[in-house]
Protein backbone atom coordinates (compact mmCIF):
# COMPACT_ATOMS: atom_id res chain seq x y z
CA UNK A 1 0.00 0.00 0.00
CA UNK A 2 2.87 2.40 0.58
CA UNK A 3 4.29 1.65 -2.67
CA UNK A 4 1.19 1.96 -4.59
CA UNK A 5 0.76 5.33 -2.11
CA UNK A 6 3.98 6.45 -3.04
CA UNK A 7 3.38 6.45 -7.05
CA UNK A 8 0.09 7.69 -6.86
CA UNK A 9 1.63 10.77 -5.69
CA UNK A 10 4.27 10.77 -7.96
CA UNK A 11 1.89 9.89 -11.01
CA UNK A 12 -0.03 13.23 -9.53
CA UNK A 13 2.82 15.39 -9.27
CA UNK A 14 3.33 14.51 -13.36
CA UNK A 15 0.37 15.11 -14.23
CA UNK A 16 0.49 18.43 -12.12
CA UNK A 17 3.35 19.41 -13.90
CA UNK A 18 2.04 18.61 -17.60
CA UNK A 19 -0.42 20.71 -16.59
CA UNK A 20 1.61 23.59 -15.65
CA UNK A 21 3.57 23.24 -18.85
CA UNK A 22 0.05 23.28 -20.88
CA UNK A 23 -0.87 26.29 -19.46
CA UNK A 24 2.48 27.74 -20.02
CA UNK A 25 1.36 27.00 -24.04
CA UNK A 26 -2.17 28.32 -23.44
CA UNK A 27 -0.97 32.01 -21.91
CA UNK A 28 0.17 34.26 -24.61
CA UNK A 29 1.87 36.13 -22.22
CA UNK A 30 4.44 33.48 -20.61
CA UNK A 31 7.69 33.90 -21.63
CA UNK A 32 9.14 31.50 -24.20
CA UNK A 33 12.02 30.64 -22.24
CA UNK A 34 10.15 29.74 -18.90
CA UNK A 35 7.99 27.53 -21.52
CA UNK A 36 11.39 25.51 -22.72
CA UNK A 37 12.37 25.11 -19.12
CA UNK A 38 9.62 23.67 -17.99
CA UNK A 39 9.06 21.29 -20.85
CA UNK A 40 12.94 20.37 -20.35
CA UNK A 41 12.01 19.44 -16.80
CA UNK A 42 9.49 17.54 -17.36
CA UNK A 43 11.02 15.27 -19.98
CA UNK A 44 14.22 14.92 -17.18
CA UNK A 45 12.32 13.80 -14.78
CA UNK A 46 9.70 11.95 -16.54
CA UNK A 47 12.56 9.76 -17.88
CA UNK A 48 14.71 9.35 -14.35
CA UNK A 49 11.31 8.15 -13.38
CA UNK A 50 9.85 5.78 -16.03
CA UNK A 51 13.66 5.11 -17.26
CA UNK A 52 15.43 4.34 -14.14
CA UNK A 53 17.56 1.22 -15.89
CA UNK A 54 19.78 4.12 -17.41
CA UNK A 55 23.19 2.47 -19.16
CA UNK A 56 25.95 3.92 -16.12
CA UNK A 57 28.82 3.44 -17.86
CA UNK A 58 27.34 6.15 -20.64
CA UNK A 59 29.30 9.39 -20.60
CA UNK A 60 27.82 12.91 -21.04
CA UNK A 61 27.08 13.71 -24.32
CA UNK A 62 28.77 17.79 -25.37
CA UNK A 63 27.87 19.77 -27.95
CA UNK A 64 27.37 23.49 -29.24
CA UNK A 65 30.32 24.66 -27.61
CA UNK A 66 30.84 28.54 -28.16
CA UNK A 67 33.34 31.25 -27.08
CA UNK A 68 32.58 34.61 -27.28
CA UNK A 69 35.13 36.52 -27.51
CA UNK A 70 36.95 33.72 -29.47
CA UNK A 71 39.82 36.34 -28.56
CA UNK A 72 40.72 39.06 -25.96
CA UNK A 73 43.75 41.54 -25.64
CA UNK A 74 44.95 41.15 -22.52
CA UNK A 75 43.13 43.27 -19.76
CA UNK A 76 40.20 43.45 -21.38
CA UNK A 77 36.95 42.12 -19.91
CA UNK A 78 36.16 38.15 -19.63
CA UNK A 79 34.94 36.01 -22.26
CA UNK A 80 31.75 33.72 -22.27
CA UNK A 81 32.33 29.76 -22.63
CA UNK A 82 29.26 27.79 -23.14
CA UNK A 83 28.05 24.54 -23.98
CA UNK A 84 25.32 22.10 -24.33
CA UNK A 85 25.72 19.18 -21.83
CA UNK A 86 23.41 16.40 -21.20
CA UNK A 87 23.17 12.88 -19.15
CA UNK A 88 20.21 10.90 -18.69
CA UNK A 89 21.73 10.06 -14.87
CA UNK A 90 22.58 13.78 -14.24
CA UNK A 91 25.47 15.98 -14.47
CA UNK A 92 27.96 16.30 -11.15
CA UNK A 93 30.20 19.28 -12.68
CA UNK A 94 30.84 20.74 -15.72
CA UNK A 95 34.13 23.19 -16.61
CA UNK A 96 36.56 24.56 -19.05
CA UNK A 97 40.34 24.00 -18.93
CA UNK A 98 42.10 26.99 -20.57
CA UNK A 99 45.75 27.69 -20.20
CA UNK A 100 45.86 24.90 -17.28
CA UNK A 101 42.96 26.92 -15.07
CA UNK A 102 39.51 25.24 -14.28
CA UNK A 103 36.61 27.35 -15.12
CA UNK A 104 33.70 26.05 -13.14
CA UNK A 105 31.11 25.73 -15.57
CA UNK A 106 26.92 26.25 -14.27
CA UNK A 107 23.26 25.32 -15.93
CA UNK A 108 21.27 28.10 -13.50
CA UNK A 109 18.49 28.01 -15.70
CA UNK A 110 18.69 24.13 -15.73
CA UNK A 111 18.24 23.79 -19.20
CA UNK A 112 21.49 21.55 -20.09
CA UNK A 113 22.92 25.17 -20.95
CA UNK A 114 26.25 25.00 -18.78
CA UNK A 115 28.39 28.49 -19.46
CA UNK A 116 31.52 29.95 -17.43
CA UNK A 117 33.47 32.58 -18.11
CA UNK A 118 37.77 33.12 -18.68
CA UNK A 119 39.56 36.13 -17.89
CA UNK A 120 42.17 37.25 -19.97
CA UNK A 121 45.58 37.50 -17.85
CA UNK A 122 47.32 34.64 -19.48
CA UNK A 123 51.10 35.35 -21.40
CA UNK A 124 49.89 35.97 -25.67
CA UNK A 125 49.21 33.01 -27.70
CA UNK A 126 46.40 30.55 -28.77
CA UNK A 127 44.84 28.24 -25.64
CA UNK A 128 42.93 25.32 -25.89
CA UNK A 129 39.44 25.46 -24.53
CA UNK A 130 38.73 21.57 -23.15
CA UNK A 131 35.32 21.52 -21.59
CA UNK A 132 35.22 18.43 -19.40
CA UNK A 133 32.02 16.93 -17.84
CA UNK A 134 31.15 14.24 -15.05
CA UNK A 135 27.88 12.92 -14.59
CA UNK A 136 26.82 11.34 -11.09
CA UNK A 137 28.16 8.23 -12.01
CA UNK A 138 31.26 9.15 -12.53
CA UNK A 139 31.60 8.65 -16.43
CA UNK A 140 33.61 11.53 -17.86
CA UNK A 141 33.48 13.25 -20.97
CA UNK A 142 35.77 15.81 -22.62
CA UNK A 143 35.75 18.36 -25.90
CA UNK A 144 38.68 20.05 -27.15
CA UNK A 145 36.53 22.18 -30.17
CA UNK A 146 37.44 25.38 -29.18
CA UNK A 147 40.32 27.44 -28.84
CA UNK A 148 40.67 30.99 -27.16
CA UNK A 149 43.14 33.46 -28.43
CA UNK A 150 44.81 36.06 -25.96
CA UNK A 151 46.63 39.06 -27.79
CA UNK A 152 49.50 41.61 -26.48
CA UNK A 153 47.30 44.92 -26.74
CA UNK A 154 50.17 46.39 -27.88
CA UNK A 155 50.62 44.09 -30.41
CA UNK A 156 47.27 43.22 -31.69
CA UNK A 157 48.33 41.38 -34.86
CA UNK A 158 49.99 39.10 -33.07
CA UNK A 159 53.23 39.72 -35.12
CA UNK A 160 56.07 40.10 -32.09
CA UNK A 161 56.14 43.99 -33.12
CA UNK A 162 54.58 46.41 -30.88
CA UNK A 163 52.09 48.04 -33.24
CA UNK A 164 53.17 51.91 -32.89
CA UNK A 165 56.57 50.50 -34.30
CA UNK A 166 54.88 49.33 -37.65
CA UNK A 167 53.36 53.03 -38.28
CA UNK A 168 56.39 54.59 -38.47
CA UNK A 169 57.98 54.48 -41.87
CA UNK A 170 61.41 53.78 -42.68
CA UNK A 171 63.75 55.18 -40.29
CA UNK A 172 65.63 54.42 -37.37
CA UNK A 173 64.10 53.33 -34.13
CA UNK A 174 65.02 52.80 -30.84
CA UNK A 175 63.66 49.56 -29.53
CA UNK A 176 64.03 47.00 -26.32
CA UNK A 177 63.93 43.54 -27.61
CA UNK A 178 63.01 40.49 -24.93
CA UNK A 179 64.44 37.45 -26.09
CA UNK A 180 66.87 34.35 -24.63
CA UNK A 181 69.66 34.67 -27.59
CA UNK A 182 72.35 36.07 -28.82
CA UNK A 183 71.14 39.45 -31.21
CA UNK A 184 74.51 40.59 -32.61
CA UNK A 185 74.10 39.05 -36.08
CA UNK A 186 71.36 40.83 -36.37
CA UNK A 187 71.78 43.81 -34.29
CA UNK A 188 73.11 47.05 -36.26
CA UNK A 189 74.53 48.37 -33.85
CA UNK A 190 75.67 47.41 -30.04
CA UNK A 191 73.10 46.91 -27.97
CA UNK A 192 72.42 47.43 -23.99
CA UNK A 193 71.52 44.38 -21.97
CA UNK A 194 69.61 44.27 -18.84
CA UNK A 195 68.91 41.29 -16.85
CA UNK A 196 65.32 42.38 -14.79
CA UNK A 197 63.55 41.42 -17.80
CA UNK A 198 66.10 39.38 -20.36
CA UNK A 199 66.35 41.40 -23.13
CA UNK A 200 68.45 44.23 -25.05
CA UNK A 201 67.78 48.13 -26.15
CA UNK A 202 68.81 49.01 -29.24
CA UNK A 203 68.86 51.12 -32.83
CA UNK A 204 67.20 49.25 -35.75
CA UNK A 205 66.27 49.91 -39.42
CA UNK A 206 62.36 49.72 -39.40
CA UNK A 207 62.86 47.80 -42.26
CA UNK A 208 65.07 45.40 -40.33
CA UNK A 209 61.75 44.55 -37.07
CA UNK A 210 60.09 41.49 -39.32
CA UNK A 211 64.00 39.94 -39.75
CA UNK A 212 64.85 40.71 -35.65
CA UNK A 213 60.67 39.63 -34.62
CA UNK A 214 61.56 35.88 -36.20
CA UNK A 215 65.08 35.63 -34.94
CA UNK A 216 65.39 32.55 -32.97
CA UNK A 217 65.14 33.44 -29.13
CA UNK A 218 62.85 36.61 -30.04
CA UNK A 219 60.03 37.06 -27.61
CA UNK A 220 59.04 40.62 -28.98
CA UNK A 221 59.91 44.22 -30.07
CA UNK A 222 58.91 47.41 -27.88
CA UNK A 223 59.11 50.74 -28.43
CA UNK A 224 61.94 52.10 -25.90
CA UNK A 225 59.43 55.30 -24.87
CA UNK A 226 60.10 58.18 -23.47
CA UNK A 227 59.42 58.50 -19.55
CA UNK A 228 59.49 62.34 -17.72
CA UNK A 229 59.86 63.15 -13.93
CA UNK A 230 56.52 63.57 -12.02
CA UNK A 231 56.51 67.00 -10.89
CA UNK A 232 55.03 70.16 -13.01
CA UNK A 233 54.73 73.77 -10.74
CA UNK A 234 58.18 75.07 -9.24
CA UNK A 235 58.89 78.42 -7.32
CA UNK A 236 61.32 80.16 -4.98
CA UNK A 237 59.19 80.12 -2.53
CA UNK A 238 59.49 78.36 1.00
CA UNK A 239 55.93 78.99 1.71
CA UNK A 240 54.55 75.47 1.79
CA UNK A 241 50.10 74.56 2.52
CA UNK A 242 50.92 71.70 4.52
CA UNK A 243 52.26 74.48 7.35
CA UNK A 244 48.42 74.38 8.37
CA UNK A 245 47.95 70.96 7.00
CA UNK A 246 45.23 68.96 9.13
CA UNK A 247 46.79 65.63 7.54
CA UNK A 248 49.37 63.80 9.16
CA UNK A 249 52.93 64.99 7.90
CA UNK A 250 55.41 61.93 7.86
CA UNK A 251 58.03 64.76 8.17
CA UNK A 252 57.13 65.69 11.75
CA UNK A 253 57.59 62.28 12.81
CA UNK A 254 59.80 62.56 16.16
CA UNK A 255 60.39 58.87 16.87
CA UNK A 256 62.37 56.27 14.79
CA UNK A 257 64.58 58.26 11.92
CA UNK A 258 65.12 55.56 9.23
CA UNK A 259 68.81 54.15 10.50
CA UNK A 260 70.29 51.88 9.20
CA UNK A 261 68.31 51.09 5.98
CA UNK A 262 69.56 52.71 2.41
CA UNK A 263 67.13 54.23 0.13
CA UNK A 264 67.63 54.04 -4.05
CA UNK A 265 66.76 57.13 -5.67
CA UNK A 266 66.77 56.81 -9.47
CA UNK A 267 66.15 60.66 -10.51
CA UNK A 268 68.07 63.45 -12.19
CA UNK A 269 70.77 63.09 -9.61
CA UNK A 270 71.48 64.95 -6.40
CA UNK A 271 73.38 68.33 -5.21
CA UNK A 272 75.65 66.50 -2.24
CA UNK A 273 77.13 70.82 -1.71
CA UNK A 274 72.89 71.23 -0.39
CA UNK A 275 73.60 71.36 3.41
CA UNK A 276 70.40 68.77 3.69
CA UNK A 277 72.03 65.41 2.39
CA UNK A 278 75.50 66.09 1.77
CA UNK A 279 76.45 63.44 4.27
CA UNK A 280 73.79 60.64 2.95
CA UNK A 281 74.57 59.73 -0.49
CA UNK A 282 76.47 56.92 0.32
CA UNK A 283 76.59 56.11 -3.99
CA UNK A 284 76.45 57.57 -6.92
CA UNK A 285 75.29 55.90 -10.72
CA UNK A 286 75.56 57.82 -13.51
CA UNK A 287 73.65 56.44 -16.37
CA UNK A 288 73.54 59.99 -18.34
CA UNK A 289 77.06 61.37 -18.51
CA UNK A 290 78.72 58.97 -17.06
CA UNK A 291 80.39 61.28 -14.06
CA UNK A 292 81.54 59.54 -10.91
CA UNK A 293 80.75 62.84 -8.26
CA UNK A 294 77.04 63.23 -7.92
CA UNK A 295 75.73 66.37 -9.19
CA UNK A 296 71.61 67.63 -10.57
CA UNK A 297 71.38 69.15 -13.48
CA UNK A 298 67.46 69.04 -13.41
CA UNK A 299 67.13 69.84 -9.55
CA UNK A 300 64.35 67.41 -9.03
CA UNK A 301 66.64 64.62 -7.52
CA UNK A 302 67.43 67.21 -4.88
CA UNK A 303 64.43 67.90 -4.05
CA UNK A 304 63.33 64.07 -3.83
CA UNK A 305 66.30 62.91 -1.82
CA UNK A 306 65.69 65.85 0.71
CA UNK A 307 62.35 64.47 1.26
CA UNK A 308 63.33 61.72 1.89
CA UNK A 309 66.42 61.90 3.82
CA UNK A 310 67.14 65.70 4.82
CA UNK A 311 67.90 67.64 7.61
CA UNK A 312 66.35 70.47 8.93
CA UNK A 313 62.67 68.77 8.83
CA UNK A 314 62.54 68.64 5.27
CA UNK A 315 63.00 64.64 5.47
CA UNK A 316 60.90 61.71 6.64
CA UNK A 317 63.78 59.62 7.65
CA UNK A 318 66.96 61.88 8.54
CA UNK A 319 68.86 58.96 9.76
CA UNK A 320 68.52 57.03 6.26
CA UNK A 321 71.46 56.52 3.56
CA UNK A 322 70.91 57.02 -0.32
CA UNK A 323 72.02 55.97 -3.19
CA UNK A 324 71.37 58.06 -5.96
CA UNK A 325 70.98 56.89 -9.76
CA UNK A 326 70.71 59.06 -12.40
CA UNK A 327 68.94 58.54 -14.89
CA UNK A 328 67.39 61.43 -16.05
CA UNK A 329 68.77 64.41 -18.27
CA UNK A 330 68.37 68.14 -17.19
CA UNK A 331 65.35 68.21 -18.91
CA UNK A 332 64.03 65.49 -16.59
CA UNK A 333 63.63 62.69 -19.33
CA UNK A 334 64.74 59.34 -20.25
CA UNK A 335 64.17 56.19 -22.04
CA UNK A 336 62.73 53.22 -20.65
CA UNK A 337 65.83 51.44 -21.56
CA UNK A 338 67.68 53.67 -19.21
CA UNK A 339 64.93 52.62 -16.31
CA UNK A 340 65.85 49.25 -16.71
CA UNK A 341 69.74 49.80 -16.73
CA UNK A 342 68.86 51.11 -13.38
CA UNK A 343 66.35 48.51 -11.66
CA UNK A 344 69.36 46.00 -13.03
CA UNK A 345 71.89 47.97 -10.91
CA UNK A 346 69.64 48.49 -7.89
CA UNK A 347 69.31 44.95 -8.31
CA UNK A 348 73.17 44.31 -8.44
CA UNK A 349 74.18 46.54 -5.71
CA UNK A 350 71.75 45.73 -3.27
CA UNK A 351 73.17 44.14 -0.98
CA UNK A 352 76.44 45.99 -1.10
CA UNK A 353 74.77 49.00 -0.08
CA UNK A 354 71.88 47.62 1.57
CA UNK A 355 69.61 49.32 -0.09
CA UNK A 356 65.97 48.14 0.41
CA UNK A 357 63.49 50.72 -0.35
CA UNK A 358 63.48 52.19 -4.25
CA UNK A 359 61.91 55.97 -4.34
CA UNK A 360 60.85 56.15 -8.59
CA UNK A 361 59.03 59.45 -9.36
CA UNK A 362 59.03 58.74 -13.00
CA UNK A 363 56.61 57.55 -15.17
CA UNK A 364 55.24 57.60 -18.48
CA UNK A 365 54.17 60.93 -20.53
CA UNK A 366 50.37 59.58 -20.85
CA UNK A 367 48.27 57.60 -19.43
CA UNK A 368 48.68 53.74 -19.43
CA UNK A 369 46.46 51.77 -21.59
CA UNK A 370 47.74 48.21 -20.44
CA UNK A 371 50.33 46.32 -18.69
CA UNK A 372 54.17 47.42 -19.63
CA UNK A 373 57.83 46.59 -19.33
CA UNK A 374 58.11 48.64 -16.66
CA UNK A 375 55.36 47.48 -14.82
CA UNK A 376 56.77 43.97 -15.14
CA UNK A 377 60.33 44.81 -14.37
CA UNK A 378 58.98 47.08 -11.33
CA UNK A 379 57.25 44.14 -9.90
CA UNK A 380 59.93 41.75 -10.15
CA UNK A 381 61.79 44.07 -7.95
CA UNK A 382 59.56 43.45 -5.39
CA UNK A 383 59.32 39.89 -5.91
CA UNK A 384 63.67 40.41 -5.09
CA UNK A 385 62.88 41.70 -1.84
CA UNK A 386 62.73 45.61 -2.71
CA UNK A 387 60.28 47.81 -1.62
CA UNK A 388 58.65 50.17 -4.62
CA UNK A 389 57.59 53.41 -4.50
CA UNK A 390 56.25 54.74 -7.76
CA UNK A 391 54.12 57.59 -8.61
CA UNK A 392 50.43 57.36 -9.71
CA UNK A 393 51.11 60.35 -12.05
CA UNK A 394 50.07 63.97 -13.10
CA UNK A 395 47.55 63.40 -16.08
CA UNK A 396 44.28 63.50 -13.45
CA UNK A 397 41.95 64.63 -13.18
CA UNK A 398 40.27 62.31 -15.50
CA UNK A 399 39.47 58.09 -14.20
CA UNK A 400 42.09 55.78 -15.84
CA UNK A 401 44.70 58.24 -15.70
CA UNK A 402 47.49 55.88 -14.04
CA UNK A 403 50.96 56.24 -15.73
CA UNK A 404 53.05 53.47 -15.90
CA UNK A 405 54.76 52.06 -13.53
CA UNK A 406 52.40 53.33 -11.17
CA UNK A 407 49.78 50.50 -12.46
CA UNK A 408 51.99 47.86 -11.66
CA UNK A 409 50.37 45.57 -9.17
CA UNK A 410 53.02 44.99 -6.19
CA UNK A 411 54.58 48.57 -6.00
CA UNK A 412 52.96 50.77 -3.58
CA UNK A 413 51.28 53.50 -5.90
CA UNK A 414 51.49 57.15 -4.50
CA UNK A 415 49.31 60.34 -5.16
CA UNK A 416 49.22 63.37 -4.06
CA UNK A 417 46.82 65.74 -1.95
CA UNK A 418 47.38 69.06 -0.29
CA UNK A 419 46.77 69.85 3.54
CA UNK A 420 43.27 70.30 3.51
CA UNK A 421 42.57 66.11 2.30
CA UNK A 422 41.75 67.47 -0.85
CA UNK A 423 43.06 65.86 -3.80
CA UNK A 424 45.84 67.47 -6.02
CA UNK A 425 43.59 68.39 -9.20
CA UNK A 426 46.36 66.62 -11.65
CA UNK A 427 46.95 63.63 -9.60
CA UNK A 428 46.07 60.71 -11.99
CA UNK A 429 43.07 58.31 -10.96
CA UNK A 430 42.27 54.49 -11.13
CA UNK A 431 41.59 51.86 -12.06
CA UNK A 432 44.03 50.44 -14.29
CA UNK A 433 43.67 48.93 -17.86
CA UNK A 434 42.41 46.00 -16.33
CA UNK A 435 40.59 47.31 -13.82
CA UNK A 436 42.61 46.90 -10.40
CA UNK A 437 41.76 49.78 -8.08
CA UNK A 438 44.58 52.13 -7.65
CA UNK A 439 46.34 54.51 -6.52
CA UNK A 440 47.31 53.14 -2.95
CA UNK A 441 47.37 55.89 -0.89
CA UNK A 442 48.12 59.72 -0.71
CA UNK A 443 50.30 61.97 0.52
CA UNK A 444 51.37 65.51 0.66
CA UNK A 445 51.96 66.45 -3.00
CA UNK A 446 51.08 70.32 -3.59
CA UNK A 447 53.37 73.13 -2.78
CA UNK A 448 56.21 70.88 -0.73
CA UNK A 449 59.12 72.54 0.61
CA UNK A 450 62.56 71.05 0.09
CA UNK A 451 66.03 71.53 -1.07
CA UNK A 452 66.81 73.69 -3.38
CA UNK A 453 69.55 72.54 -6.04
CA UNK A 454 72.70 74.66 -6.42
CA UNK A 455 72.28 75.86 -3.64
CA UNK A 456 74.24 75.94 0.28
CA UNK A 457 70.70 75.37 1.87
CA UNK A 458 67.76 77.14 -0.13
CA UNK A 459 64.53 75.82 -0.47
CA UNK A 460 62.08 75.54 -3.28
CA UNK A 461 58.26 74.57 -3.31
CA UNK A 462 57.22 72.25 -6.04
CA UNK A 463 53.75 70.36 -6.61
CA UNK A 464 52.84 66.71 -7.95
CA UNK A 465 52.81 63.26 -7.38
CA UNK A 466 56.90 63.20 -7.56
CA UNK A 467 56.76 65.35 -4.06
CA UNK A 468 54.32 62.52 -2.73
CA UNK A 469 56.82 59.45 -3.20
CA UNK A 470 60.26 60.07 -1.36
CA UNK A 471 57.81 60.67 1.39
CA UNK A 472 56.26 57.35 1.43
CA UNK A 473 59.99 56.01 0.62
CA UNK A 474 60.93 57.73 3.75
CA UNK A 475 57.73 56.61 5.76
CA UNK A 476 59.28 52.61 4.03
CA UNK A 477 62.44 53.07 5.50
CA UNK A 478 61.32 54.11 9.15
CA UNK A 479 59.66 50.90 9.25
CA UNK A 480 61.90 49.31 8.34
CA UNK A 481 64.28 50.36 11.06
CA UNK A 482 61.73 49.36 13.99
CA UNK A 483 60.67 46.10 12.14
CA UNK A 484 63.81 44.86 9.67
CA UNK A 485 62.12 41.50 9.68
CA UNK A 486 59.22 43.21 6.89
CA UNK A 487 58.69 42.17 3.42
CA UNK A 488 57.98 44.67 0.60
CA UNK A 489 54.13 43.40 1.32
CA UNK A 490 53.78 43.88 5.23
CA UNK A 491 54.98 47.46 4.90
CA UNK A 492 52.90 47.99 1.81
CA UNK A 493 49.91 46.22 3.93
CA UNK A 494 50.57 48.60 7.11
CA UNK A 495 51.07 51.87 5.49
CA UNK A 496 47.58 51.31 3.69
CA UNK A 497 45.72 49.64 6.27
CA UNK A 498 46.80 52.87 9.00
CA UNK A 499 45.98 55.47 6.40
CA UNK A 500 43.49 58.12 6.92
CA UNK A 501 40.45 57.33 4.69
CA UNK A 502 39.29 59.65 2.63
CA UNK A 503 36.90 60.27 -0.37
CA UNK A 504 34.11 57.93 -0.75
CA UNK A 505 34.49 55.08 2.42
CA UNK A 506 37.01 52.55 2.06
CA UNK A 507 39.06 51.98 -1.33
CA UNK A 508 38.85 54.28 -3.91
CA UNK A 509 40.63 55.31 -7.15
CA UNK A 510 41.26 58.66 -6.30
CA UNK A 511 42.58 58.52 -2.87
CA UNK A 512 43.60 54.89 -2.38
CA UNK A 513 43.72 53.25 1.09
CA UNK A 514 43.62 57.45 1.85
CA UNK A 515 46.41 59.90 3.10
CA UNK A 516 49.51 58.42 4.58
CA UNK A 517 49.62 58.41 8.11
CA UNK A 518 53.14 56.84 9.76
CA UNK A 519 52.05 58.05 13.21
CA UNK A 520 49.40 55.77 13.51
CA UNK A 521 51.26 52.97 11.78
CA UNK A 522 54.46 53.06 14.06
CA UNK A 523 52.09 53.35 17.79
CA UNK A 524 49.41 49.97 15.73
CA UNK A 525 53.12 48.28 15.36
CA UNK A 526 53.87 48.84 18.94
CA UNK A 527 50.75 48.63 20.53
CA UNK A 528 48.50 46.06 18.38
CA UNK A 529 50.47 44.38 15.83
CA UNK A 530 47.77 41.55 15.46
CA UNK A 531 45.85 44.02 13.30
CA UNK A 532 48.86 44.35 10.88
CA UNK A 533 49.31 40.50 10.27
CA UNK A 534 49.60 38.90 7.27
CA UNK A 535 47.14 36.49 5.79
CA UNK A 536 47.41 33.52 7.10
CA UNK A 537 47.24 29.56 5.20
CA UNK A 538 47.09 27.33 8.42
CA UNK A 539 46.68 24.12 6.89
CA UNK A 540 45.77 21.42 3.69
CA UNK A 541 43.55 18.56 3.55
CA UNK A 542 42.71 16.33 1.00
CA UNK A 543 40.10 13.40 1.82
CA UNK A 544 41.95 10.94 0.71
CA UNK A 545 45.91 10.30 -0.15
CA UNK A 546 45.22 7.92 -3.05
CA UNK A 547 42.92 7.50 -5.13
CA UNK A 548 41.99 5.77 -8.83
CA UNK A 549 41.67 8.03 -12.21
CA UNK A 550 37.90 9.25 -12.77
CA UNK A 551 37.33 9.10 -8.66
CA UNK A 552 36.96 13.52 -7.59
CA UNK A 553 39.39 14.58 -4.85
CA UNK A 554 37.84 16.91 -2.45
CA UNK A 555 41.02 19.67 -1.25
CA UNK A 556 40.09 22.19 1.91
CA UNK A 557 42.59 24.86 3.10
CA UNK A 558 42.12 26.74 6.10
CA UNK A 559 43.00 30.47 6.06
CA UNK A 560 42.32 33.57 7.36
CA UNK A 561 43.37 37.21 7.26
CA UNK A 562 42.75 39.85 3.94
CA UNK A 563 43.37 37.62 1.22
CA UNK A 564 42.78 38.12 -2.74
CA UNK A 565 43.12 34.33 -4.39
CA UNK A 566 43.45 30.94 -3.11
CA UNK A 567 43.46 27.95 -5.75
CA UNK A 568 44.91 24.59 -6.16
CA UNK A 569 47.61 23.96 -7.80
CA UNK A 570 47.48 20.60 -9.32
CA UNK A 571 51.17 19.46 -10.56
CA UNK A 572 52.11 15.64 -12.06
CA UNK A 573 53.80 14.02 -14.39
CA UNK A 574 52.78 16.13 -17.96
CA UNK A 575 50.48 18.40 -16.86
CA UNK A 576 49.31 20.77 -14.26
CA UNK A 577 45.60 22.45 -13.33
CA UNK A 578 44.67 25.55 -11.42
CA UNK A 579 41.37 25.32 -9.52
CA UNK A 580 40.30 28.12 -7.22
CA UNK A 581 38.91 27.80 -4.44
CA UNK A 582 35.58 29.06 -2.59
CA UNK A 583 34.93 29.46 1.12
CA UNK A 584 31.16 28.94 0.15
CA UNK A 585 29.59 29.50 4.03
CA UNK A 586 32.47 31.90 5.49
CA UNK A 587 34.04 29.93 7.63
CA UNK A 588 37.53 30.46 6.83
CA UNK A 589 37.55 27.01 5.05
CA UNK A 590 38.56 27.41 1.41
CA UNK A 591 37.56 24.41 -1.54
CA UNK A 592 38.31 23.02 -4.64
CA UNK A 593 37.04 19.42 -6.00
CA UNK A 594 39.80 18.10 -8.36
CA UNK A 595 38.18 15.71 -11.26
CA UNK A 596 40.98 13.09 -11.98
CA UNK A 597 39.12 11.36 -15.19
CA UNK A 598 41.55 11.93 -18.11
CA UNK A 599 44.54 12.24 -16.11
CA UNK A 600 47.78 10.26 -15.73
CA UNK A 601 48.29 8.06 -12.95
CA UNK A 602 51.76 9.06 -10.77
CA UNK A 603 52.98 10.62 -8.42
CA UNK A 604 51.48 14.58 -8.07
CA UNK A 605 51.93 17.39 -5.82
CA UNK A 606 48.74 19.45 -4.79
CA UNK A 607 49.63 22.86 -3.70
CA UNK A 608 47.33 25.30 -2.49
CA UNK A 609 49.04 29.03 -3.27
CA UNK A 610 47.46 32.01 -1.39
CA UNK A 611 47.66 35.67 -2.99
CA UNK A 612 46.80 38.43 -0.26
CA UNK A 613 45.20 41.67 -0.75
CA UNK A 614 48.49 43.86 -0.66
CA UNK A 615 51.18 40.98 -2.29
CA UNK A 616 51.60 38.45 0.34
CA UNK A 617 52.33 35.21 -0.99
CA UNK A 618 52.79 31.62 0.89
CA UNK A 619 51.60 28.28 -0.15
CA UNK A 620 51.43 25.13 0.90
CA UNK A 621 51.66 21.37 -0.62
CA UNK A 622 51.41 17.52 0.04
CA UNK A 623 51.58 14.28 -2.02
CA UNK A 624 49.33 12.41 -3.95
CA UNK A 625 49.22 9.56 -5.93
CA UNK A 626 47.08 8.60 -8.94
CA UNK A 627 46.46 4.87 -9.73
CA UNK A 628 45.00 3.40 -12.58
CA UNK A 629 41.40 3.04 -13.15
CA UNK A 630 39.77 -0.03 -11.68
Known amino acids: MLELSVNFRLLLYFILAACLVSSAVAFPMQNARDNNKATIWFQKAYNNYFKPNIDDSTPPTIYGVSVSPSALKIGAPRCEINALVYDTGGIETVYADVGNRMNLMLDLDRNNRFTGYCGSNFPPGVYNVTIVAIDKSGNAAKDESRKLTIRDPNDLNGNGIEDSLEKQGARDLKVIVLHDGNLSNVASAKADSFSILPGSALTVSSDNLEKLAKTNGVKGIYKDQKLKVMALQRDGSSKSSSESSIINDPRKNEGPSGTGVTVALIDTGADTDHESINHKVVAFKDFVNNQTVAYDDNGHGTHCASLIAGDEGTGVAPGAKLVVIKVMDREGACYLSDALKALDWCLANKDRYGIKVVSFSVGGETPSDGSSLLDEACDKMVEKGLIMCVAAGNSGPSPSSIVIPGDAQNVITVGAIDGSGSIFDLSSRGPTANGETKPDLVTLGVNVVSALAGSKNGQSS ?129 SARWETSFWTPGDYEVAVDLVGKFGEVESKAVPFHLRKKT
Open 462 to 590: VSGTSMAVPQVSGASAILLEVRPDLKPADVKRILLKTADDLGPKGQDNVYGYGALNLTRALATIATSPARLSPPDLEGIKLNREEASAGEPVMIEAQASGDIKTISTNIMGPDRKLEIPMDDLDGNGIY
